[in-house]
């Protein structure tokens, strides 16, 4: 996944624009002051006009002649990038986004499962249960415990031998991960493994219902875990 944060003063400068716009300080239809971004933010006129070529490539911004550079319609941004995705979590963890996150991942990860339970092979389970090997490591370690649960999703999706359901590792991985943190980043909760290791089991048994079952338990107790932590801080 593109990571622009990480790309020196090129990515610092589409973070900057990209999280004014999808916070809503620069509205959709707003056309941008390029001069008086170009001496806010310190940057040549190209590097700038670079940083509006990907979020132009997003669906984010265009430009035309005239009228110039201006934020584009929210129903024209790709929603499904990672970036657009983490950019939207830029402020705190965003109840809205996670719980539309947990109704794709109810819509999908049930449907993959059933298909890991036929197609997985030898090297896939030995993917998952490597995962299942990080989480158990990972207690106590929220950084860790992030990453584990980043790659059993990830090991789950490779399983189906479905492309396009691969692909959405992109959609989910940044949410998931901005879920995980709120959730491993709190107080000690309840052994992730018992849970996810039923989807392995049930996946290792060719047992497509109860992989199923078991997913759908999985994702019952991710919502209540997030619901726990949302209650914690809403009694502070």
């Known amino acids: 996944m593109t990571t622009y944060a990480r790309r020196g003063l090129h990515g610092q400068t589409v973070e900057v624009i990209a999280r004014r716009i999808l916070a809503g300080e620069i509205a ?11 001496a806010e933010l310190d940057v040549s006129l ?3 006009r670079e940083a509006l070529k990907v979020l132009a490539a997003k669906g984010i911004v265009d430009a035309r002649q005239k009228r110039g550079t201006f934020v584009r319609p929210r129903a024209d941004w790709n929603l499904l990038d990672g970036d657009v995705i983490r950019w939207q979590f830029a402020e705190g963890a965003d109840p809205r986004l996670l ?3 947990h109704e794709v991942r109810s819509i999908i990860e049930p449907a ?7 197609r ?7 993917a998952l249960d490597g995962a299942l090997d990080e989480m158990a490591a990972a207690k106590g370690h929220p950084t860790a415990a992030v990453a584990a649960d980043l790659s059993f999703h990830r090991a789950l999706l490779a399983a189906t031998h479905n492309e396009l359901l691969e692909r959405m590792e992109v959609v989910m991985e940044t949410g998931l991960a901005e879920r995980d943190r709120l959730v491993h980043g709190g107080e000690p909760h309840d052994d992730p493994v018992p849970s996810h ?13 109860a992989a199923e079952t078991a997913m759908r338990g999985l994702l019952e107790k991710a919502v209540r875990d997030v619901e726990k932590v949302r209650g914690k801080k809403g009694n502070r």
């Open 28 to 38: 959709p239809g707003a056309t941008l002051d390029i001069t008086a971004l170009q």
């Open 46 to 48: 190209t590097a700038l």
């Open 99 to 101: 719980d539309k996150l």
């Open 112 to 118: 993959a499962v059933r298909l890991a339970a036929s």
């Open 120 to 126: 997985a092979t030898d090297d896939d389970l030995t």
């Open 197 to 209: 290791r039923a989807v392995v089991d049930a996946i290792r048994a060719r047992d497509a219902n």
